[in-house]
């Protein structure tokens, strides 16, 4: 038969594994919920990524110190388009007008760049080696119908 000593120690060890195994779990519950929600992410480690809605997309992309953007704009829209504003900002993205409009075929991409329509929140412009996340805004015109749009996306890219 076990000795009631034996009983008390076995008793005290369960309840200390059961009190660090609870700890644990929470703090993993903690970690897994700031990685799903970004905290965890570490600017260094995340991607270049460009994302536009309604058939537009980002073909290819560059941001390089001063802002200047160079952006291939892809577009499968139905129709032909004529892009003439984009720009972006870390918080509200403002479009700066193209020199002159630029046709984009449909099924088909234009290169739109020598900008610098990129900057950050407070007015400033962002710098080689940063991290650089802000949203995406890019206005066109239907040319047969004369309707213009505004679209806005995300882009993320690590300043050259």
């Given at each position: ?107 088909g ?16 412009w ?30 993320s890219?690590?300043?050259?």
């Amino acid at each position: 038969m076990d000795s009631p000593d034996a009983r008390a120690r076995g008793q005290t060890a369960l309840e200390f594994l059961m009190t660090y195994g609870w700890a644990l779990a929470i703090l993993m519950a903690v970690i897994a919920l700031f990685v799903y929600i970004g905290l965890g992410r570490l600017p260094a480690l995340s991607p270049n990524q460009c994302s536009l809605p309604n058939a537009l997309s980002c073909a290819g992309y560059k941001i390089s110190e001063g802002g200047e953007i160079t952006l291939v704009l892809a577009q499968n829209t139905g129709y032909d388009i004529t892009v003439t504003a984009f720009g972006c900002n870390e918080t509200n993205a403002t479009p700066f007008d193209l020199p002159a409009p630029v046709l984009v075929p449909n099924g088909g991409s234009a290169n739109l760049a020598g900008l610098h329509a990129c900057g950050k929140a407070d007015g400033g412009w962002i710098s080689g080696g940063e991290y650089y996340s802000g949203k995406l805004a890019v206005e066109y015109q239907e040319p047969a119908t004369g309707i213009s749009h505004s679209v806005t996306g995300a882009i993320s890219y690590r300043v050259e």
